[in-house]
């Protein structure tokens, strides 16, 4: 039977009608069910960002043990933002530094003081000693300063103390450049130090005697006791307040001599001032510092605050050696407050000496004939007076003279 064309036109127009209609209902049901889903899943989503921020976020966010402040809880806005972010990061931070503090204790560069008695820091601490600049500026001046006296007679010193000896670097620098004097004693509280220091004496014996303690502890010292000549490289540096400055002062004038001398190197404070330095990142709360590495090609960098320095601020050195850095916490004190706590304690005629590059170190050979830490892009190069120009022009230490109020006038 043959179809009339009216017809199938007819029924195929309901046919296809009646699809459109059935999965527009269709699309707008499901529609409505990804609609109902999503409120559903943002509904879970808040409520477990909520149980988190009560329970969880709350429990890994402990106070310090030493703190009687309440834990800050997470507290979210109406699109689940945190509003007290600042808080909570402050909090977590600062039990993020005092679970890492606790973990490194001991170890160097962290802490309120730097051990040399932690793990390897004895043998950092002598392989740092070997660094050019240690010698031909550091040790040169020095030496110079303890021989000549800058514009007294020759000094001489029958007997020399050398207070924080350390491994014994200016201890046995003394001895040598002081070959009559009877009786010279190296002082350091560090026991690990003083082993190598009497080790190097065991090996070769040149007349030192190496004592652990510490400084302060001779204060009751008898005047025949006491020395015409004490050193102290790099001690006054580790106090951080004017009032230790005093106290350990008062010590070192236990070991002198009426008419004695008394050296020392301090980090040079004007250091704290420098700007030039390349900011570093910290944790919150932390003061904010710069890397000084205009002192990279030498050796080491040096870390100061960033903005104006206040009493007991640290500065931190890190010098290379082939064991990993060494890093060494300084402290920042005013420079009139090394001579105000000097002139307290009995010393007079009070003066800050620049490191000086020695004048014959030109034609001493390839650089790293000396150390193999000079750090020159050109090892064959000579002018060690334009490489230390920086160096000098930037001093990052100074050297303390002067002498112990009561003896007889020059």
């Not at 540096?237 to 301090?266: D, H, Q, W």
Request: net charge negative; hydrophobic share 35%.
């Amino acid at each position: 039977m043959i179809a009339l064309p009216g017809k199938a036109t007819k029924s195929g127009f309901f046919f296809l009608r009646s699809r459109v209609v059935f999965f527009s209902v269709l699309s707008f049901f499901l529609f409505c069910i990804s609609l109902l889903l999503k409120r559903i899943s943002h509904f879970s989503l808040s409520l477990g960002k909520m149980k988190i921020s009560e329970k969880h976020l709350h429990s890994v966010i402990p106070k310090p043990h030493d703190s009687d402040e309440d834990d800050p809880k997470v507290e979210l806005n109406e699109d689940d933002e945190v509003v007290n972010l600042e808080a909570v990061t402050e909090r977590l931070a600062t039990d993020l530094k005092l679970t890492v503090l606790k973990g490194t204790e001991g170890e160097e560069g962290e802490g309120d003081k730097t051990d040399y008695n932690g793990s390897g820091m004895a043998k950092k601490y002598a392989e740092a000693k070997t660094h050019e600049w240690r010698n031909l500026i550091e040790t040169y001046t020095f030496l110079q300063l303890a021989k000549d006296g800058k514009g007294e007679a020759r000094i001489s010193a029958n007997a020399i103390v050398d207070l924080a000896c350390g491994e014994g670097h200016y201890t046995r620098a003394l001895r040598k450049a002081f070959p009559t004097a009877t009786r010279v004693v190296g002082v350091d509280i560090a026991e690990e130090m003083v082993l190598m220091a009497r080790e190097k004496e065991k090996n070769k014996p040149i007349g030192i005697t190496y004592v652990v303690q510490d400084v302060k502890d001779e204060a009751g010292a008898k005047d025949e006791e006491r020395f015409d000549l004490a050193t102290a490289a790099w001690l006054l540096v580790y106090c951080k307040t004017k009032t230790e400055l005093k106290e350990m002062c008062k010590a070192v004038a236990n070991y002198v001599k009426p008419g004695g001398r008394f050296l020392t190197i301090i980090t040079n404070p004007q250091l704290a001032f420098d700007s030039e330095g390349t900011p570093q990142s910290v944790l919150p709360g932390e003061t904010q510092t710069n890397v000084l590495s205009r002192y990279a090609k030498y050796g080491f960098t040096v870390t100061v605050p960033s903005e104006t320095p206040q009493e007991g601020d640290r500065i931190q050195w890190s010098i290379k050696t082939s064991k990993g850095p060494l890093l060494i916490d300084n402290y920042y004190i005013p420079r009139d407050a090394y001579k105000d706590s000097l002139f307290e304690a009995g010393f007079e005629k009070i003066k800050f000496h620049p490191f000086e590059l020695d004048p014959k170190s030109e034609g001493l050979g390839r650089n790293f004939a000396i150390s193999p830490f000079s750090h020159l892009e050109d090892a064959d190069s000579n002018d060690k007076k334009e490489f230390y120009q920086e160096f000098l022009d930037y001093p990052p230490a100074l050297v303390i003279e002067c002498w112990k109020s009561g003896g007889k006038k020059k």
